[in-house]
Structures are given as structure tokens and as C-alpha cells.
């Protein structure tokens, strides 16, 4: 009760707060919602990786990483010395299989490379309510700024671009897929 961080503390059993952080049981995950009927997601062919250029007043940063984890030669780049417009496009086909009509809200997260220490299990980079009738199909389009989709808050309160790979995840891990990024000069 008296601990209040919303990332978990592990020598007190403290899981966490928020979808972002708690790695305790749910009965019911973030974005899960009742319906009448049932959909079906369908990934749409997606751009897989991105390269990103780096300026000479463009460093490299620093992350933790767990002891026996990957760690790039470029691990992050700080987001306040990029000048981000690169974007990341992908489209989910929505399907009613079910014989009532509805809507369903198609949430997007992204979840950072593995091994990174203290950061999100999850964040959630968009969102698209779906109205479908019964049988019927509809693409959600998802445009999304990559420095904002993909970045990671360290110990420092540095907001970071992270290199490796990232999942981009529609629902409930019902459809991901691998986003790599990586720097170069």
C-alpha cells in the first residue's frame, strides 16, 4: 500500500501499475470488451524494417540491458536530438463472423526489444472503432510517427528510440508482427 511507482519492485512482490507495467494474473486485459457477435483479424503485408540515418550531432545512447540480453552496438538514440518524421504504415483486415452487427475497437501496441531493463511490457501507439455488419469486412489503416509509436522512457527519464526488435501486436496478440529499427551514420 505504501509503494506507489507504477513500474514493478521486485524486493517488495510489487507487480506494478497499469496495462504499461503490472505483470500479475488479470481476469480481463486491457481493451477486452463483450460483444454479440465475433471478429477475425487478418494482417495486411507490412513494412518488416526501418533503417534510420543518424547526423553527426546524433549519438548513441546508453541502455540497461539484463546481463545474458542482446545489446546492439547502437542501442537507442535520444528522441529530443532526432528530427523524427519517419513513419510506420500497416493495415488489419476486420472481419464479423458472426450473424449480428457490430463494432469492435481495433487497438494497436507496441512492445520493446527484449531484454531491456525497467521499461513497458506494452503501450498502446493506436486505436480505430470498427462499425461491421454481420459477414461483413473492413480495413483499419493504421499511419504512426515511429519515434512516437516505438519509444522507451529510461531510468532518466530520457525518452529513447531503441534499436532491435520491436512487435507490433493488434489486440490481444491475436496478429503481430516483428519492426525492426536500426541506426546508421
Do not use: W
Request: proline residues 7%; aromatic residues 12%; positive net charge.
Amino acid at each position: 500500500m505504501t509503494s506507489m511507482p507504477l513500474r514493478p519492485v521486485d524486493s517488495l512482490g510489487y507487480p506494478g501499475r497499469t496495462y504499461k507495467f503490472f505483470s500479475g494474473s488479470t481476469v480481463f486485459p486491457f481493451g477486452y470488451g463483450l460483444s454479440y457477435t465475433k471478429f477475425n483479424y487478418t494482417l495486411k503485408p507490412a513494412v518488416r524494417s526501418t533503417q534510420i540515418k543518424l547526423n553527426k550531432f546524433q549519438h548513441c545512447y546508453g541502455i540497461k540491458y539484463e546481463n545474458d540480453s542482446y545489446n546492439p552496438p547502437s542501442p537507442s538514440v535520444r528522441i529530443d536530438d532526432m528530427d523524427c518524421k519517419e513513419k510506420i504504415e500497416f493495415e488489419v483486415e476486420v472481419q464479423n463472423t458472426g450473424s449480428r452487427d457490430g463494432s469492435e475497437v481495433v487497438i494497436a501496441y507496441s512492445k520493446p526489444p527484449q531484454g531491456i531493463l525497467a521499461t513497458h511490457i506494452k503501450q498502446v501507439i493506436g486505436f480505430q472503432r470498427v462499425f461491421l455488419p454481420a459477414g461483413g469486412s473492413k480495413n483499419a489503416r493504421f499511419v504512426l510517427n515511429l519515434c512516437d509509436s516505438l519509444r522507451v522512457v529510461d531510468y532518466n527519464a530520457y525518452t529513447v528510440l531503441p534499436s532491435g526488435g520491436h512487435t507490433i501486436t493488434i489486440g490481444d496478440g491475436i496478429v503481430s508482427f516483428p519492426l525492426h529499427v536500426n541506426f546508421s551514420s
